[in-house]
């Protein structure tokens, strides 16, 4: 009883949580399957009345070389206010020859290098916020997210800020999955009542196609996209301490990861859920991946260890469980595009929730390069192929 009173205390005040120790998580990976394959209903909002982030993000890789993300983000503090955010962020490409990686100026004003052109970031406030009936589709003023009769397909509406009026349309083209049986880690002394969760779940391979209309064009995002739904409930500094994001599509082969350490509290704990696909199938999916920065640029201006070299493995077995896969990508992460202040950039309801920690100055680093998939299935020839990697580190505390 005294640990969840601290909890609650960690939580209304956002003061730093005390040890709990390794017994107070219960990883997605100790469930007693490697992945499920997500039905319709894994795709409902959680709606929490109790502090949590709930988000759904769309990564978009365009044919014509920019990247992008549209995102839904539902928040609660302490179960007294809710506010919900719509996200849309896009990098223009730098040449016609280079893979879809580039922008001049980050959100926070941050010039690393030299580059051609301002990315686009928009955030703005959702009014009257709402959910179908089913809970699946997102509603608010100006916005709509809805998931397909067929739950094959999301259209994503938004006229909410005139500098980025978005239309898309994105269609899974392989199963979606979460790892285990319900894709959530548990956090707690009593883990038959945890006071927390984190939950993904992922549509890992699709194709997109519509656009987002600026004041001067009309950006053509027909390509490819990833889908992820995520849960953070709880404080997400509690949650988590760091994080690695991978997303890299090719023309054949989706891999895609989710990869967290706990904060000391929940004895620095990795979870790391993700997984490979190919149009039409789940190569593998589930929690023995690993993320590794194999050699750190850091950054002077916040200290923070900023990778360089990066090498993400995947490990599982086919969904028979008849063959081992094997998989990685490895290599410079090159120029960043953009280095976020996340205290300078969330909503003030995010804030309300993370802030109070002494100390915490989350950034995350965003990266987008070409980089070569290789890939073994059982006792076949190692696969390779070229395609293009969006990373993202981030660091919190």
Not at 103 to 110: F, K, P, R, V
Request: charged content about 20%.
């Amino acid at each position: 009883m005294m640990n969840w009173a601290k909890q609650q205390l960690a939580n209304v005040a956002g003061i730093q949580e005390p040890i709990y120790g390794p017994s107070a998580i219960k990883s997605v990976a100790e469930q007693d399957v490697p992945y499920t394959e997500l039905q319709r209903e894994d795709l409902r909002w959680a709606v929490m009345q109790s502090t949590c982030v709930e988000t759904q993000t769309f990564y978009l890789m365009a044919d014509g070389g920019h990247v992008g993300m549209a995102q839904v983000i539902y928040s609660n503090v302490a179960g007294i206010r809710t506010t919900c955010q719509f996200n849309t962020k896009v990098f223009y490409p730098r040449s016609v020859k280079q893979a879809p990686t580039s922008s001049t100026t980050s959100a926070t004003g941050d010039h690393p290098h030299q580059q051609q052109r301002a990315l686009l970031w928009c955030s703005d406030p959702l009014e009257n916020h709402s959910f179908d009936e089913e809970g699946v589709s997102f509603f608010a003023d100006n916005v709509a997210v809805t998931l397909s009769d067929d739950g094959h397909s999301y259209t994503i509406k938004s006229a909410v800020n005139e500098k980025s009026l978005v239309n898309l349309k994105v269609t899974r083209t392989a199963p979606g999955f979460q790892v285990g049986r319900d894709g959530t880690s548990y956090y707690g002394t009593d883990l038959t009542q945890p006071w927390g969760r984190m939950r993904h779940a992922f549509w890992p391979r699709c194709v997109v196609e519509g656009s987002v209309i600026t004041p001067e064009e009309e950006l053509d995002f027909k390509g490819r996209a990833f889908f992820v739904h995520a849960l953070q409930g709880m404080k997400p500094h509690h949650a988590a301490a760091k994080w690695n994001f991978v997303n890299f599509q090719s023309p054949t082969y989706s891999a895609v990861m989710m990869d967290y350490v706990t904060p000391p509290s929940y004895d620095s704990t990795v979870v790391n859920v993700g997984g490979l696909a190919q149009d039409d199938a789940i190569i593998t999916a589930g929690p023995t991946n690993v993320a590794v920065h194999t050699e750190v640029r850091g950054d002077p201006e916040n200290d923070w260890p900023e990778p360089a070299d990066v090498r993400f493995e995947w490990r599982g077995k086919t969904k028979d469980g008849k063959q081992e896969v094997e998989a990685r990508l490895e290599g410079s992460l090159g120029e960043r595009l953009d280095r976020v202040d996340v205290m300078a950039e969330v909503p003030a309801f995010v804030k309300k929730i993370v802030g109070g920690v002494a100390g915490t100055k989350p950034y995350i680093y965003q990266y987008a390069v070409p980089m070569t998939l290789r890939l073994k299935i059982g006792d076949g020839e190692e696969i390779s192929e070229q395609g293009n990697l969006f990373a993202e580190a981030t660091f919190i505390s």
